[in-house]
């Protein structure tokens, strides 16, 4: 083959490659994490937390009993805090923000509360739901929205 024919070969397979998009492979937005009586009051479950959530549940003062779903993404550069239990705190490794067990900020230089994400009650089986595609935040007064928590 010639050097004209090369060039010309390399230009239609260039070409064609442009034809075809880049494929992301990411997880689904929405995933089933279990029966809601599973998680224990007052704790926060990590078993999600390489799919970038934490099941929390917590007895709120004004809502009682309930359960949400935690961005694990600090809001302060988008590090991956660490849930310190005998602390009673998300700890970022990056700049030491800390955040309570309702993910509202109280130390460090995150300038508001980690996000929540919607959760829901799967029709077929009961299963909690969370569903990544709608976020809620606490200083827009998002975490009122009934879909921020599932009441128990």
């Known amino acids: 083959m010639t050097t004209m ?6 230009m239609v397979l260039g070409t064609v490659r ?20 599973q998680f ?11 799919k970038g959530t934490w099941i929390v549940r917590h007895l709120d ?3 009682g009993d309930i359960i949400y779903a ?10 991956t805090p660490n849930w310190l239990e005998r602390e009673e705190k998300f700890k970022c490794p990056c700049h030491g923000s800390g955040f309570k067990i309702t993910g509202v900020n109280f130390e ?6 980690l996000e929540r994400w ?9 299963q ?14 998002q975490w009122t929205d009934p879909d921020s928590f599932h009441k128990m």
């Open 61 to 63: 003062p004004d809502l």
């Open 118 to 126: 919607a959760v829901s009650i799967a029709p077929d089986d009961g």
């Open 108 to 113: 460090g230089p995150a300038p508001r509360p």
């Open 128 to 141: 909690l739901v969370v569903d990544k595609s709608r976020k809620f935040q606490k200083e827009l007064g």
């Open 5 to 10: 024919t090369l060039s010309i070969l390399g």
């Open 40 to 50: 224990e009051l007052e704790k926060v479950s990590d078993r999600f937390k390489p």
């Open 70 to 79: 935690l961005s694990t993404t600090c809001t302060h550069l988008g590090c």
């Open 18 to 37: 442009f034809l075809f998009p880049n494929v992301l492979s990411e997880p689904p937005s929405k995933f089933k994490v279990g029966d809601p009586n």
